[in-house]
Nanobody, 119 residues
Framework: QVQPVESGGGLVQAGGPLRLSCAAS????????MGWFRQAPGKEREFVAH????????YYADAVKGRFTISRDNAKNTVYLQMNMLKPEDTAVYYC????????????WGQGTQVTVSS
C-alpha cells in the first residue's frame, strides 16, 4: 500500500505562483508514477498532470500546459506541482495519486489540499 500526502495549498492572488508537494510513503517502489488531479465545487474531478518515477516523462492537461510544471525527487519519494500564472478557475481541491502501471489508471489517493485563487 502507498499513502500520498499533499501539502502546500492556500490562498493566492490571480497571476501568482504556488507549489504543491506530495510525499508518498509505503510501497512506493511498486508504483509507476504519480499524478495530480483537481476538483472544483460542483464539478467532476479532472486530470492535471502526471510524471513517471523512472523516466521523468510528464503529461499535462491542456488547461495547465505552459503554466504548471510537475517534477519529482526520487530520493524523497516526493512529487511537486509548481503552479504559475494562476487563474481563478484553477481554484479547486488538488489531489495526489499513484499510478501502478503505465496504463493511465490510478489507485491510492491523498486527502487533497485546497487551492483558492482570488481575482
Amino acid at each position: 500500500q502507498v499513502q500520498p500526502v499533499e501539502s502546500g495549498g492556500g490562498l493566492v492572488q490571480a497571476g501568482g505562483p504556488l507549489r504543491l508537494s506530495c510525499a508518498a510513503s509505503g510501497r512506493t517502489f511498486s508504483t509507476y508514477g504519480m499524478g495530480w488531479f483537481r476538483q472544483a465545487p460542483g464539478k467532476e474531478r479532472e486530470f492535471v498532470a502526471h510524471i513517471s518515477w523512472s523516466s521523468g516523462r510528464t503529461y499535462y492537461a491542456d488547461a495547465v500546459k505552459g503554466r504548471f510544471t510537475i517534477s519529482r525527487d526520487n530520493a524523497k519519494n516526493t512529487v511537486y506541482l509548481q503552479m504559475n500564472m494562476l487563474k481563478p478557475e484553477d481554484t479547486a481541491v488538488y489531489y495526489c495519486t499513484t499510478a501502478p502501471t503505465s496504463s493511465g489508471s490510478y489507485d491510492y489517493w491523498g486527502q487533497g489540499t485546497q487551492v483558492t485563487v482570488s481575482s
